[in-house]
């Protein structure tokens, strides 16, 4: 239905394959956004946002968080790097770095000039933000992660991008690009890419109104109620809430994954000792959504036949 809605502007539904990118984003990487009512998408498709996905995500602001000018240099306390351990932190960093001024050495602008100077920071300086499904995916099979100790199996990089409230902006800021660039020269860099998502039609600020609360500003804030830091542990000092990961990816105490040497979090880690094992349930996130396809299902307990009529009407 959302979909539906772009026909008025642009006469046809193709303005969906910005919904794809983010709801089906290693179909969308692989080609199978168009027709884009989803026809195309096929298998792990439809799993989403996944773990592939994800951990090949790098940060296209990369100079400025690695210099701590982006979300601050407070590595010990906000970032929970020691650098005491074996595998210290900062030589990892440094490592992840050096990757991504690679990747970003082939990026380019719809007109194939480069999209980074030579300072690796955007062309242009009003892009500040990657919103609108804008990801950065490395094309190799290393895994970014948050943790410089994982005791992984295959090649990682350690990534304070994946610890970062900008990654998820990627997703939860979302504008209208085919409004923005209608009528753009395609010989000039276009305006979604000059400017951030914030600056032309807006969709959904999940990732703006959480800047402009208490917890976006730097250093955070004391969760109230079930969230008060008495009750609700986080990695950040005081147990402040300071990031969308800390409530949506919630620490825990256990591992990553079952195989050996993999530390058991936080206790385990010298080099991140505050930081639990994040929950992948991404709590909360789409609740709603989730009730509303289930009611359109016979049998479910809240079955609505308005809602399976307008939800089962098959390809546009």
Not at 160 to 168: A, D, E, F, L, P
Request: with cysteine; hydrophobic share 30%; aromatic share 12%.
């Amino acid at each position: 239905m959302a979909g539906q809605d772009s026909i008025w502007a642009v006469g046809r539904p193709n303005a969906v394959d910005i919904c794809e990118r983010c709801h089906f984003p290693k179909g969308w990487l692989e080609g199978r956004s168009d027709p884009p009512n989803a026809s195309a998408m096929t298998g792990a498709d439809f799993d989403g946002v996944q773990c592939d996905f994800c951990h090949r995500m790098w940060d296209p602001f990369f100079e400025d968080t690695y210099a701590g000018t982006r979300e601050g240099s407070d590595w010990l306390g906000y970032w929970d790097e020691t650098n005491a351990s074996n595998t210290p932190s900062q030589p990892a960093a440094d490592a992840t770095y050096i990757a991504d001024q690679g990747l970003a050495a082939s990026i380019s602008l719809f007109n194939a000039t480069p999209f980074y100077n030579a300072a690796n920071r955007p062309f242009s300086p009003t892009y500040t933000e990657n919103g609108s499904g804008q990801y950065f995916i490395s094309a190799d099979s290393a895994k970014r992660a948050s943790f410089a100790d994982a005791a992984a199996r295959h090649q990682m990089f350690y990534s304070r991008y994946h610890k970062s409230k900008y990654m998820c902006a990627t997703c939860h800021d979302v504008s209208n690009p085919v409004l923005a660039n209608l009528g753009g020269d395609p010989t000039q860099p276009l305006p979604t890419e000059l400017n951030s998502a914030c600056s032309y039609f807006h969709v959904e600020r999940t990732f703006s109104e959480f800047m402009l609360s208490a917890y976006g500003q730097q250093g955070g804030s004391e969760g109230k109620g079930q969230f008060d830091p008495t009750l609700f542990y986080t990695d950040d000092p005081d147990n402040k809430i300071t990031k969308c990961q800390d409530c949506h990816m919630r620490d825990y105490q256990g591992v990553g994954c079952n195989k050996q040497g993999v530390p058991n979090r936080p206790t385990e880690s010298t080099e991140h000792p505050k930081s639990g094992q994040p929950i992948h349930d991404l709590t909360g996130g789409n609740a709603f959504v989730s009730y509303v396809l289930a009611s359109a299902v016979s049998g479910s307990p809240n079955y609505d036949a308005v809602n399976a009529s307008l939800l089962n009407q098959g390809p546009s």
